[in-house]
């Protein structure tokens, strides 16, 4: 059987997110930040090869909000991970750098809802972002219909905008629908 190169095996979203990291063996402990994290594991750089299929104890520090009202408050989760992925990200003159994955193993329940509320929180984070987005370009779309009028280019812009909203309004929603949902989970 002939194995696909690059197939795509993550069945978690990701977030973008730069939080404290170690990664810790019996022969190495490695300090770094998360690129990305989700339910499932963190991708992350470091500056030592660690082969796939390596084992290790993952330290990762989250801000979560213990209720609603409170402010945040700054966890460190502990479990299990194994390399999953590992790719030379750049040489640099001095040493190696690479690009590892890490999925998540053996973490205990507490932790495992700490990070669920981080990712909900995150998810819930870009939806509002998004949703900003949106209405900016709507304010833009009706700013170039004002500017139109006196400039001969603007009406090319508006077109475009115009036809990004109305490819944007059947998403737009979906997206309402998820904030709300979200919300009710807070």
Known sequence: MVRKKNIERRV???FVAELPLELITPEFKIKTSTRNISISGVYCGIDK????GTKCRIAVEIEVRQNKYKQPVKKKIYCAGEIVRIVPAQK???RGFYTAGIVFSDIEP???EVLAQFVHLKNLKEAKELKKMYLR????AARLVEVEEC?????HFRKVIF???EELDAA???????????????
């Not at 737009?172 to 807070?186: F, P, Q, V």
């Open 137 to 140: 370009l709507k304010d833009m």
């Open 49 to 52: 090869f660690i082969p796939v």
């Open 151 to 155: 400039h001969p280019t603007a009406e």
């Open 172 to 186: 737009a929603h979906i997206l309402d629908y998820e904030i709300n949902e979200l919300k009710n989970l807070e």
């Open 12 to 14: 978690c979203r990701r």
């Open 92 to 94: 640099r003159k001095d």
């Open 110 to 112: 507490a932790d495992q």
């Open 163 to 165: 036809r990004a909203i």
